[in-house]
């Protein structure tokens, strides 16, 4: 057991909290989304948090942490869904969420600290220069622009601009190490993928680049079909129009839209699929136009209605928020994430619709993904056991649907199942202790890990706590 009284000691002037209440209120993030993930990480404590201010105080914790021996799990706004921010191994919970500083705007770029909460950013570039992030994810309001970065993938502009891993979405990110005397790395280009989606596990981001788009006034609008599929074609017809600007498409199968997004009920139709979408003010016509053509029942326009109080924006029913709303009301809900590569997509989900009526239910994502026009899965499942769970993540690969797993904490079995080479590697550079996040690459962990083995890996940690 580490010494955290002399640890206390020896970061005095940096705000510390050993509350076991608090301490456990920040060891967590959105985990439970999972009943999966839920079992599996109920008893993760940490044990102190810390809250940096400067790069400098990141700087003397790290030093102090490393001398001492103890993990240090990065976190910003905690609303990670696979228990990224959670500390497995306990340790220090580091809290960035105080470093949350605009340091420059500048036509097409912002340089911020990385606690800042996205919408607050989006505020500041927009009222400065008319300026707005590319994307975001639809936990703006609550999410941190780091925490985006180590632990998202996209979100709200993707439609338009891709997602985070794509070169040039990000600028420039500030890296401090987890060594006996912490550097400060910059990386850019290429570079950026070492630390982007890397949950924190191989340095500490203290400073982030972003490039940013004009900013608009987006239209929230809500199109009703009686047809799944016609919503989905309506969508796939939509994100394919060059000249109309969109920041965000999501077909929504019955019954989840007239069932769960309660606020926007008085427009909605019982038993008709929606898309929710952003369209530019300026597109609006040429947007209706297409609705009418193809037979769309336009049921809400935040533009037309009286006022929107109390109505929440069209973003925070679209990617992981629909499955929130879901499991307000219903417990019993979980989710996957699956991919439908093209150009066959709308047919990958047609057929995947009909192979679990009721059970499976539809949420797509239109987003660019190299240059075309694709979708990505969020659908809601109704959950009765593990293994049902494992079926359905099966069958849809074997249908040619890959299935990024949200029941995961690893880095790779979340993700590609297989280890992600440069990050590995520039953590052995980084992190050589294997202080920073523990748990969550099994490349590191378990090296001689056997992902075809069709086995979970279980973080030896873990087993200690249950
Ligand atoms: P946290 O959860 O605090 O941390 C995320 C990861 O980043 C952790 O591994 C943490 O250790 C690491 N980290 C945090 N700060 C740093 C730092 N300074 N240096 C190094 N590592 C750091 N994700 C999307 O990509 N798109 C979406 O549209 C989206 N929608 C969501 C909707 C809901 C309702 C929920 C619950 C989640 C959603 N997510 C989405 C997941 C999550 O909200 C986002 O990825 C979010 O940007 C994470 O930011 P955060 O500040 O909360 O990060």
Redesign the pocket.
Known sequence: MADYAKIIEELEGIAVEDNPALVKQKSR??YW?SPILKEELDNVVGDLVVSPTTEEEVIRTLKVAFAHGVPV?????????YG??MPLSGGIVLN?INMNKVKEILPGRVICE?GIIISELDRQTKEHSGQELRFH???KQ???I???I???????GSITWGGLRDLGNILRLRVVTMEAEPRVLELSAWDLQKVSHA??TN???TEVEMPLAPAYDWVDVIVGYDDFMDAVKFADTLAHKNGILLKEVAPIAAPIPFDYFTRHKPWLKEGQSVVVLMVAPHSMEAFLALADKMKGDVRFRSDTVESMKGIPHAYELA???T??RALKLDTNITYLQVQYPGPDHVEKVRVMTELFPDEVICHLEFIKFDGHIQCAGLPLVRYTTKERLEEIIRIHEENGCPIFNPHRYTLEEGGMKQTDQVQLAFKKETDPKGLL?PGKMIAWENPDFDFSAGKNYLFPGLEVLS
């Open positions: 993030d959105f989304y799990t990065p976190r910003g706004g905690g609303t990670g869904n990224q921010a960035l990385p994810p639809s936990t609550t999410a941190s780091a925490g985006f180590a632990g998202g993938s996209g979100g709200v949950y924190g340095g500490i981001i990617w992981n928020h499955t929130l996040n």
